[in-house]
């Protein structure tokens, strides 16, 4: 009973949050890396790592193989490493399609061809990210990456794996990508985290 508790907290908690990797951080595909939580279920965790474009293709090159053309230059982005042929595509809400999951008042995600199309044509949404792949994890491996521990001052703090935040349009869209994206969410979670003691 506790458990399922503790995980509906988590779940939501969590979603569409923006993630910051540790400072301390070795992990080669998470060094300063910058995700969003789009999917917390009881059996799976997916976040999208949004900072990190693929040098080697644009998203004009993608559309334009299958006959879609997208004016501009605009970059892919390293989602994860799994399904890294699927593009999930995170914007603003001012363009829904059909098959467009809300994350928050101002992000929604969509991976189907209908926000190629209307990209187009000039109707997609103003602000983007088209990202190749996601990350995943069960609960249990979430739940241990996200846990808190009682340190000796007496106040609950992240261990040093993950940093939170809830996502706005700025930090996803507006605040750059590298490590200035990773900077920025850093810096919201340590504003947001206070916030909740204060």
């Given amino acids: ?9 988590d779940q939501k908690r969590y979603f569409a949050n923006l993630l910051a990797s ?10 300063h890396g910058v995700f969003m939580v789009v999917n917390h279920t009881a059996d799976i965790v997916i976040s999208i790592q949004l900072n990190r474009a693929i040098n080697e293709h644009n998203l004009q ?6 006959g879609i053309d997208i004016p ?37 995600m969509t991976n189907d061809l ?6 187009s044509v ?12 996601f990350f995943s994890w069960s609960p249990g491996e979430f739940a241990r990456l996200m846990s808190s521990r009682l340190v000796p001052d007496g106040l609950i703090r992240q261990v040093a794996k993950w940093e939170a935040v809830p996502a706005t349009s700025e930090l996803t869209f507006d605040s750059g990508h590298d490590d200035d994206q990773w900077l920025a969410v850093l810096e919201a979670s340590v504003a947001h985290q206070a916030s909740q003691y204060f």
Wanted: overall charge positive.
């Fill in 1 to 9: 009973m506790t458990i399922r508790h503790n995980l509906a907290h």
């Fill in 22 to 31: 540790s400072p301390s951080s070795t992990n080669r595909l998470n060094r």
């Fill in 61 to 66: 090159d993608i559309s334009g193989k299958i």
């Fill in 72 to 108: 501009g230059d605009d970059p892919i982005w390293f989602g994860g490493p799994h399904a890294q042929d699927k593009i999930h595509i995170i914007h603003s809400t001012d363009w829904m399609g059909p098959t467009s999951v809300k994350l928050t008042d101002s992000i929604a």
């Fill in 114 to 119: 209908s926000i190629l199309s209307a990209m």
């Fill in 122 to 133: 000039g109707d997609g949404p103003s602000k983007f990210r088209a990202c190749a792949g």
